[in-house]
């Protein structure tokens, strides 16, 4: 019955992919806000819904049918995926967490896509290092007052909640970190977009500063000492759909590439049929091969319980590399008519570069790659 139910999810993900998000995703590239009503349309088919528990409205499907939507959702458009999942990914602790009469009371609008959240970690000092953060929480009568600034956040430019990491204890010492659910209509938050040359309009990327926020004891959502496993284990989990997304950027840019090869005809006969050119098809697809047979490496651990701290940071440095060395390589391939926008060429390439610097940077989580052996056998 579960996997009946995951099956009909995805066929509702993908005919979403193809008739709602395609159209629109090369106007968001270009800078173009996405429309509100959008986020109400995937939250229909259930993209807000995905883990979060049947009590609360949610569909209860696996870790697996979220890595999978996010990877149909980011073959055509990488942003949009990351800013779904973030709100999800907030509905599903709020539900866990949360105390009931505030779960009740929140979790309607985010699950029906009238409001979007954030999860807020990196700081303008802080980055993949989340123990060194400066956001300070301070005791106050009736709950705690934040003070500080979190920058780079998925959705943060029109989050209407965020849960927000910050340090009770001196910084580095992650046993003081606590996750707080902060109202970010509150008027001592002060919002603020955030750009780049690569253009992720459809990411929400902004950040927020706490004026002395004040936050009720009620939205303490995980108190120091349980926060920063949390956390850890979270990262671990976004690392994973990370890697599925940049490997279904490159999925879906070697189905265009191979399907122009059969037509397009140069020094007279198909581009597919000049073995130069085939070749570096085929390197492709082999790398792609085993960059998601690691994925699925890292699924299956997630499923078996097992400690996936080391595939999951491999999963994401090797899908990430091969994004970030394919997808230049496939628009070329394509010649000048892969720059077309009705093509995701440029805005993937764009976004393998965002995803090398999302849940742990390359350079940080190949330091920690660095002290794995991951032989399988006995030598």
């Not at 807000?48 to 980011?74: H, S």
């Not at 500080?148 to 010492?173: C, D, F, L, M, T």
């Not at 279904?248 to 122009?260: C, E, G, T």
């Not at 391939?333 to 720059?339: F, I, K, R, T, V």
Request: proline share 4%; with cysteine.
């Amino acid at each position: 019955m579960a996997d009946e139910a995951t099956g009909l999810f995805l066929a509702g993900v993908r005919a979403f992919a193809r008739d709602v998000v395609a159209p629109e995703a090369p106007a968001w590239a270009r800078g173009r806000a996405v429309d509100p009503a959008i986020f109400t349309r995937a939250a229909g088919i259930g993209l807000t819904r995905i883990e979060v528990p049947a009590a609360f409205g949610g569909l209860a499907l696996g870790f697996r049918a979220k890595v999978e939507a996010c990877a149909i959702l980011a073959a055509v458009d990488f942003g949009l995926a990351m800013a779904l999942v973030n709100t999800h990914n907030v509905a599903k602790r709020i539900a866990l967490s949360a105390p009931e009469a505030l779960a009740q009371s929140l979790l309607p609008d985010l699950l029906a896509g009238r409001a979007s959240a954030c999860t807020a970690l990196t700081e303008p000092g802080a980055g993949s290092d989340a123990a060194a953060m400066q956001c300070r929480a301070e005791r106050a009568t009736g709950g705690w007052v934040l003070e500080g600034e979190k920058s780079w956040i998925v959705n943060a430019r029109h989050a209407r909640h965020s849960i927000v990491y910050a340090q009770g204890a001196e910084p580095g010492q992650g046993a003081g970190i606590a996750a707080f659910l902060v109202d970010l209509t509150d008027p001592a938050c002060e919002p603020y977009a955030m750009d780049s040359a690569l253009s992720q309009t459809s990411i929400g990327t902004g950040g927020f500063r706490l004026n002395r926020c004040f936050v009720p004891e009620s939205r303490l959502l995980l108190p120091a000492g349980t926060a920063f496993k949390a956390i850890l284990e979270e990262i671990n989990g976004a690392r994973i759909y990370v890697a599925a997304m940049n490997c279904a950027m490159v999925s879906a840019a070697l189905r265009i590439v191979q399907a122009y090869g059969e037509t397009r005809q140069t020094f007279g006969k198909p581009l597919n049929q000049h073995a130069s050119w085939r070749e570096k098809l085929a390197a492709c697809a082999t790398a792609l091969a085993a960059a998601w047979a690691l994925v699925e490496a890292a699924l299956a651990a997630t499923e078996a319980g097992g400690d996936v701290r080391y595939l999951a940071a491999a999963a994401k440095v090797n899908a990430v590399g091969l994004a970030q060395r394919e997808l230049p390589a496939l628009l070329h391939a394509m010649g000048a008519e892969g720059l077309r926008e009705t093509y995701p060429f440029a805005r993937h390439v764009g976004a393998a570069q965002i995803a090398a610097l999302t849940d742990g940077s390359t350079a940080m989580l190949l330091d920690r790659l660095g002290r794995w052996d991951p032989t399988p056998i006995n030598l």
